[in-house]
């Protein structure tokens, strides 16, 4: 049976809004299904193999955590994440971790610098934080579907021109609180602002992400009664 090695990115400074409740979601699915999980995590300072992980996860951050993990992540992992990114693992990373894989992050005077793996700024701009629950429309291999989450961010997102956003805003702020996008979508790199937990709110995602990660498709479980009803009511709680 495949295992899903999962590297979870500066998890003890970008966790806010119990992000980590995603991987317990990915580990549990992998684990009822018979799939091995291994997790593994890096921090400050550590390099990152690109061929040992197959899923890199990295959760939201307050500003000033994400100051130190900008800047080590560009120096210390920009390039592996670009060799795991283009042999097509996986890479989610939700509201502060989303706003670091673009070019910038730029807020009040100072820019922090992205990965690059994808066309994305993020800027501070006059204006209230985009707060509340939130609704999307995401396409990702079996025809739209709905994530639903909540979102409490500071920073707008601007996709460049040709870059593809995750979804498109049913109810909420999205990106920028303008466009109409939210997230972006590039291969099997998926940023978003969606919190929630993203994943226990919307586990079919994480079917779809282990999945695209593995390479494999994955039956059903027998029992999603709970986990439906989360996504139930987190669609409800955004009026979709
Ligand atoms: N600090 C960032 C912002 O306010 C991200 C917040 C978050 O991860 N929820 O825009």
Request: aromatic residues 6%; proline residues 5%.
């Amino acid at each position: 049976m495949p295992t899903l090695r999962l590297c979870a990115l500066y998890p003890e400074l970008m966790n806010i809004y119990a992000d980590r409740g995603n991987i317990a979601v990915l580990r549990a699915r992998c684990e009822w299904r018979g799939l091995g999980f291994e997790l593994s995590s890096a921090s400050l300072g550590d390099s990152l193999d690109p061929d040992a992980h197959d899923f890199f996860y990295m959760g939201g951050g307050q500003d000033r955590d994400q100051v130190a993990v900008a800047h080590d992540m560009a120096a210390t992992k920009r390039d592996a994440l670009h060799a795991a990114a283009g042999r097509d693992a996986v890479v989610l990373a939700v509201c502060g971790g989303y706003q670091l894989l673009g070019h910038s992050y730029e807020m009040g005077g100072e820019e922090l610098p992205g990965v690059g793996l994808v066309d994305l700024r993020t800027v501070r701009e006059p204006g209230p934080r985009l707060i509340g629950n939130c609704a999307i429309e995401a396409e990702l291999g079996a025809g739209p579907r709905v994530i639903a989450g909540f979102e409490n961010h500071g920073g707008r997102t601007y996709l460049g021109g040709t870059e593809r956003p995750l979804g498109g805003v049913l109810r909420g702020h999205g990106n920028n609180g303008h466009d109409g996008f939210e997230g972006v979508h590039r291969r099997n790199v998926i940023g978003t602002y969606l919190h929630g937990p993203l994943l226990p709110k919307n586990v079919w995602l994480a079917d779809r992400l282990i999945e695209l990660a593995l390479g494999i498709e994955l039956e059903p479980l027998r029992d999603d009664a709970l986990e439906d009803a989360a996504h139930a009511s987190a669609r409800r709680a955004a009026g979709v």
